[in-house]
């Protein structure tokens, strides 16, 4: 089947410690995104990516950073650097042109002790 | 850029009863309009979408939008709610600009009762 997985589920993490969240997809898509969801805020977009070895910040960036070596892979690292990564995070992909229907995983919960 | 606003955070409502979730967005150039659904510690799910055309559109599970470009809005309805239906709603607004970024409102949680 095709579709988005994102690990683990769920995620602790001691504060000052990196972490590296996985996104990996089969859809064939060529754009990519992070988005971090907290209780009333909606989404917010982190980083995106349009093609391989290539990616833009979103509204959020600051104490996050990624990478896109492959087509289907786009790891997010939440740095020690992020004040607040206690958070849901997203990852989605689509086909990257006009229209740009997103294909959402189903999120990894991310808590900072 | 564009933007989105979703004014109500909570819906509550009774099973059998229709239920209006209000979207309303800005942007100076056309745009195309997704309704998303999200389960309880879930991804989000594409429930409706409006690219050009029928300013009527509907899902395969009852709810329907009319996007109306004079009042910049694109409202979600069902006339008849169950209580599967609970859940988190999100809109969200695209630019016909070439490849750009989707901006989602904050969404609206819809409390179905019996």
């Known amino acids: 089947d095709g579709g988005i997985t994102q690990s683990p589920k769920y995620l602790f993490r001691k504060e000052g410690q990196n972490v590296t969240l996985s996104c990996e997809q089969n859809?064939?898509?060529?754009?990519m995104y992070w988005y971090r969801q907290d209780p009333g805020q909606g989404l917010r977009l982190i980083y995106y990516?349009?093609?391989?070895?290539?990616?833009q910040k979103g509204d959020i960036a600051e104490g996050y950073s990624v990478s896109r070596e492959k087509k289907e892979s786009f790891p997010l690292t939440v740095t020690s650097a992020q004040k607040n990564p206690t958070a849901f995070y997203l990852c989605a992909s689509s086909m990257g042109r006009e229209y740009n229907e997103q294909f959402f995983g189903p999120g990894t919960r991310l808590t900072v002790l | 850029a564009q933007s989105v606003t979703q004014l109500d955070s909570q819906v509550p409502v009774f099973e059998e009863a229709p239920v209006e979730l209000r979207c309303n967005y800005s942007s100076s150039v056309s745009v195309y309009l997704f309704w998303y659904v999200q389960y309880p510690n879930q991804g989000l799910q594409l429930l409706l979408k409006y690219l050009s055309g029928s300013t009527l559109v509907e899902s395969i599970n009852g709810f329907e939008a009319e996007f109306n470009k004079s009042q910049t809005s694109f409202h979600l309805r069902k006339p008849s709610v169950h209580i599967s239906d609970t859940a988190e709603y999100f809109c969200?607004?695209?630019?016909?600009?070439?490849?750009?970024?989707?901006?989602f409102g904050t969404g609206t949680r819809l409390l179905v009762s019996p």
């Open positions: 990516s349009q093609i391989v070895n290539d990616f």
């Open positions: 859809l064939n898509h060529d754009a």
């Open positions: 969200a607004v695209g630019e016909n600009t070439g490849f750009q970024k989707l901006v």
